[in-house]
């Protein structure tokens, strides 16, 4: 299963971390893991190339984690990124549901 771990701050997210592999599929052919993935890599990128927002990157391929945190709140083009994310994480999760993936809430 993939968890996703939402970091808020001030009731805005500052940060995302990924953990786990959903195991909906066999190895380069799990679909759940394509989707969240491609979602993650597109917040990073968009991240970097649409606001000039502080973030620390964190993960291993080994253990399969993965995290973007901001080092303040987020701008109002990061705070759009991060919703837009979490708008297609919540649809995975209805999707193919919590047997696959999690998403969890920590203030931090």
Do not use: W
């Not at 964190?58 to 701008?75: A, E, H, W, Y």
Request: aromatic content about 8%.
């Amino acid at each position: 299963m993939i968890t996703v771990t939402v970091f808020e701050k001030q009731e805005k997210i500052v940060g995302v971390q990924l953990e786990g592999h959903a195991e909906f599929g066999k190895k380069g052919r799990d679909i759940v893991c394509s989707a969240v993935s491609i979602l993650y890599i597109n917040l990073v990128n968009s991240l970097e190339s649409f606001t000039d927002d502080e973030k620390e990157l964190n993960g291993s391929t080994k253990i399969n984690f993965q995290n973007v945190i901001l080092k303040r709140l987020p701008s109002e083009r990061a705070e759009l990124l991060f919703q837009s994310f979490m708008l297609g994480i919540t649809t995975i999760e209805q999707k193919y549901g919590k047997k696959y993936i999690v998403i969890l809430n920590q203030e931090v």
